[in-house]
């Protein structure tokens, strides 16, 4: 069942009367998006705390290689607004779906890559060399995939449930955590060690690599329609350059990559850095840790729907402000829970991952809500970016 839009009126933005579009089927086309991209994602965040550390550095003691690792999975995000600024002259200069085919296409290269990549044992250090530049060229891609339809989505959302409609893609985060952890705690607990390190861990990596093949087909199935492309005109939804939106809205981009700052610095909090910390200085099994954080990504979803209800009734504003305290009380307890035993541990991870539900339910509405028509879709896209690199992309190697 799919909602209609009301009919166009004079805050439409040029928006002709009669065209209706059903924001069920946007909320759909996010959530794939998003799901692929993030288990993609977390695929490479699991196998860099447990995996990588082992495989790419083994000359070091198992602290300094995890730190190591951490610090490769940072680039990602270090390189990520430079894939937004090329991919926005692609599309300046193309179109959205070719645009949108270039970065799924290299995250499928990227990912592959990763996949067939012999470890420190052959290639020696070039094989630490390649996994850093595979891994840039997904943070490349990462940033070349935005195709706008939060926005879209943002746009077109009844004024009484905006909040709503602003967590739906949100919810593609813990789905796509979900499959990864499920995958990894899987072949963990189905193979010896030493089959693990030498081929098992790089199954994930094949399925996300397939799982982007068909998110691919399913956006560009509906980014590249005439109904879409047309509402993206009318919602002046199209890439400006950067030197103007920076003269324009800067003050605004800069709100937007800190707004959600204790939202994104959790997220790889209780999802990633858990792992080091439990392989380093724990007894815990990691397959037990990994069903329990799956439990976590269960409770993130329920924590992200509820954001949806909440910030319709208090507002996005006072929503994101309280649980940033929230997390902010939270993170005062988390070295007392993280060395309390496997109990206060899992309670750290189940908490966190309630705390993060609730308050990356409404980043992304966070980001986008000042730029205006004109700027929506940059601004939008340049602020995400920035606040993954200030808000998560260090903090597993900085918690460790």
């Given at each position: ?7 166009a ?6 928006r002709q ?33 447990l ?5 790419f ?16 999975f ?6 990520r ?7 926005m002259q ?6 959205r ?9 290299m ?12 470890g420190y ?25 935005w ?7 943002a746009?077109?959302?009844?004024k ?19 499959v ?9 607990a ?11 861990w790089?199954?994930?990596?094949y ?14 199935r ?13 919602s ?16 605004h ?51 992200v729907?509820?954001s ?45 991952f309630?705390?993060l ?7 992304s509405g ?9 700027y929506?879709?940059t601004?939008?896209?340049f ?5 993954w690199l ?11």
């Amino acid at each position: 069942m799919s909602v209609q839009f009301p009919a166009a009126t004079h805050h439409d933005h040029g928006r002709q009367a009669g065209h209706d579009v059903a924001p069920g089927e946007i909320a759909v086309g996010v959530v794939i998006g998003r799901a692929s991209e993030n288990f993609d994602f977390f695929v490479y965040g699991i196998a860099s705390a447990l995996v990588f550390p082992k495989v790419f550095f083994p000359f070091v003691d198992p602290l300094t290689g995890a730190l190591y690792s951490f610090a490769i999975f940072a680039l990602a995000f270090v390189v990520r607004p430079l894939g937004t600024l090329l991919s926005m002259q692609i599309q300046r200069r193309w179109d959205r779906g070719t645009k949108l085919t270039v970065a799924l296409f290299m995250l499928g290269v990227a990912t592959a890559g990763i996949a067939f990549l012999p470890g420190y044992a052959t290639l020696g250090s070039t094989a630490i060399v390649l996994l850093a530049l595979l891994r840039m060229l997904q943070g490349m891609a990462m940033g070349g995939s935005w195709d706008g339809l939060p926005s879209l989505l943002a746009i077109n959302a009844p004024k009484h449930r905006r909040g709503w409609y602003a967590m739906l893609g949100q919810l593609g985060a813990p789905v796509g955590f979900i499959v990864a952890g499920a995958l990894f705690a899987y072949l963990i607990a189905s193979l010896a060690p030493a089959d693990f390190y030498d081929w098992g861990w790089r199954y994930p990596f094949y399925a996300a690599f397939a799982i982007n093949v068909v998110a691919l087909f399913a956006r560009l199935r509906l980014v590249v329609t005439r109904e879409y492309e047309q509402e993206m005109d009318q919602s002046d939804l199209e890439p400006v350059p950067l030197r103007e939106l920076i003269e324009v809205k800067g003050r605004h981009v800069v709100i937007g990559a800190f707004a959600p700052l204790a939202s994104y610095a959790l997220f790889h909090i209780v999802t990633i850095f858990p792992l080091s910390w439990v392989l380093l200085f724990s007894r815990q099994s990691i397959v037990d840790l990994l069903w329990v954080q799956v439990l976590g990504g269960f409770i993130a979803i329920g924590g992200v729907l509820a954001s949806g209800v909440i910030a319709d009734r208090f507002g996005r504003i006072p929503t994101l402000g309280g649980l940033a305290l929230a997390i902010a009380m939270f993170s005062g307890f988390a070295p007392t829970l993280l060395g309390g035993g496997e109990l206060a541990q899992d309670a750290f991870i189940l908490i966190g991952f309630l705390l993060l539900g609730l308050s990356y339910g409404q980043s992304s509405g966070a980001v986008t809500r000042n730029f205006g028509a004109r700027y929506r879709y940059t601004g939008a896209a340049f602020s995400t970016d920035f606040a993954w690199l200030i808000g998560a992309a260090f903090a597993p190697l900085v918690a460790l």
